[in-house]
């Protein structure tokens, strides 16, 4: 069996010409017409390889590197075995992955899974759709009526768009998604098996049964959006969810109806987003966020992993725990509660100890 490489790279790259797009500094003696051909662990790296160094953590594995290169922050460079050619960056990491982006640019969208180039002839494709040249939808996929697709986008196999949907150009649209009454701007990416605009979880209460609430609006999702795989976004009831541009979303994420998402938000993986919350600009979430409803959290505000955020959270605020709170006084309790517990161990010891005697 052959081991395919999944990335192929478009060029390869000098030191000088590495230097050049990143800003790093060329330290003494580093060869520039020396060609890097791939990124790679300090520890994995070999001759034609570019690794970088930024984490004490990773310091050891310096020493006995094979790399071709090394983006190193200065701190380090005492460290460094001679004979290693030097790129001294004060951002060694995001140097990294400027080169990676140069090197491999077909991994930063995916591609077709079929290498389709336009309709594919076991696609479902209605009449009434608008598919802009360029455009390719693979094997299985189904194109709603009055659909529209913009040039330079991938639907996947299998994937669904609705009635009336609007896909932007050069987005890609995974496989297994479904996409109903939803607006999709330029330069999304929806990772496979997501599901956006179904029915938002609404429901009047009752003895006599429960009725639901018809959800009449939309989701909208804006320019430069990337949505991880198995994530779902509920259309909105009373008016539309809207997913700011730029906005970064793991996996596994809900987010429910009338949510409105700002600009260059991130949230991460396994995070619930009730109805009618309102994130602002720049908003983190860490990974298993629980947040309650009609609630806004400010720009900027970061919410650690595994919080449950039940109050409006103020802009620039740092907030964890359950319930979530600021940062200083969630450590504080935390460390009293520790003192206690410990506390209380040793007395529970100490009177062992006494009753064996």
Not at 10 to 17: N, S, Y
Request: hydrophobic share 40%; glycine share 14%.
């Amino acid at each position: 069996m052959t081991e395919p490489f999944f990335f192929e790279r478009t060029k390869a790259l000098t030191i000088g010409q590495i230097a050049e797009l990143t800003g790093a500094e060329p330290l003494a003696g580093a060869p520039v017409d020396r060609l890097i051909r791939d990124v790679a662990t300090l520890d994995g790296a070999g001759p034609s390889d570019l690794a970088f160094l930024d984490n004490p953590n990773y310091a050891a594995s310096l020493e006995t590197t094979r790399a071709g290169a090394c983006l190193i922050a200065p701190r380090f460079e005492a460290r460094a075995p001679e004979g290693l050619a030097l790129l001294r960056s004060r951002e060694p990491y995001r140097a990294f992955v400027k080169v990676a982006r140069a090197l491999f640019p077909a991994a930063l969208r995916p591609s077709s899974l079929f290498a389709t180039e336009g309709v594919s002839p076991s696609a479902f494709v209605h009449p009434s759709a608008r598919i802009e040249s360029g455009a390719s939808i693979d094997p299985a996929a189904v194109v709603g009526p009055g659909a529209e697709i913009g040039a330079g986008t991938v639907i996947g196999p299998t994937a669904v768009v609705g009635p009336k949907v609007r896909v932007g150009r050069d987005c890609a649209i995974g496989a297994g998604v479904s996409l109903t009454d939803a607006l999709v701007g330029d330069r999304v990416i929806i990772h496979p098996g997501c599901r956006i605009g179904q029915d938002g979880f609404g429901f009047v209460m009752g003895a006599g049964g429960h009725q639901k609430v018809p959800q009449l609006r939309r989701v909208i999702i804006q320019d430069d959006v990337e949505i991880g795989a198995g994530t779902t976004i509920d259309r909105g009831g009373t008016r539309d969810t809207v997913i700011g541009e730029g906005t970064k979303i793991d996996n596994l994420v809900q987010i429910g109806h009338n949510v409105s998402i700002g600009r260059h938000c991130v949230i991460v993986a396994q995070t619930g987003i009730s109805g009618s919350v309102t994130l602002q600009d720049y908003v983190v979430l860490g990974a298993r966020v629980g947040v309650n409803n009609h609630l806004t959290i400010g720009e900027g505000a970061q919410i650690a992993a595994v919080s449950v955020v039940h109050g409006d959270v103020p802009p620039g605020a740092r907030w964890g725990g359950t319930p979530a709170k600021p940062a200083r006084i969630w450590f504080r309790e935390m460390k009293l509660i520790e003192r206690l517990a410990m506390r209380s161990g040793s007395g529970k010891a100490a009177e062992g100890n006494t009753e064996s005697d």
